[in-house]
């Protein structure tokens, strides 16, 4: 393919690269403060917060993997991790001999119900404080709208790491 790249402007690569960097300062603060308050990583609340929106409190390895955007074998040491913790156990399917369900424990419901109150006040002091009720509604509009995209089987990314 020679195709010419369809470089950004100056105004697409200012948004960009202000998007880019917020997410990084905000992700990087609040991973801080979620540590400092909880001691809880990052990763440990993702988990935990994908298992209790769960229904049941569980979910099968790879569906939690997928929806979290992490490879299996990250996936796999972390919750290797979380599981010396006590915060999830690992369940075989009984259903399917090579599946595994995450469940979280009571200590991860415990761990999860100390951490998101403060964890919610973080976010609103660096976040949600400093945009206004229609900023973010445009946000959460803009955001829902890529990940339809991104979510989309047809997405091209979803083929390269298909190997489609």
Known sequence: M???????TPAEQRAWRSFVRMQQKLQGRLSRRL?????LSEADYTVLVELTDAPDGRRRFLDLAK??????????HHITRMTKRGL???????????GAFVVITPAGHEAIRAAAPLHVE???EMFLDHVTPAELDMLGHL???????LDAPSHPAEQVESGA
């Open 2 to 8: 020679n195709e010419t790249p369809r470089w950004l």
């Open 35 to 39: 540590q400092a308050d909880s001691g």
């Open 67 to 76: 929806a979290v955007e992490w490879e299996k074998s990250r996936m796999s």
């Open 88 to 98: 999830v156990t690992r369940v075989e399917c009984p259903e399917d001999g090579r």
């Open 122 to 124: 973080a976010v609103r």
């Open 143 to 149: 955001c829902e709208r890529v990940v339809d995209r």
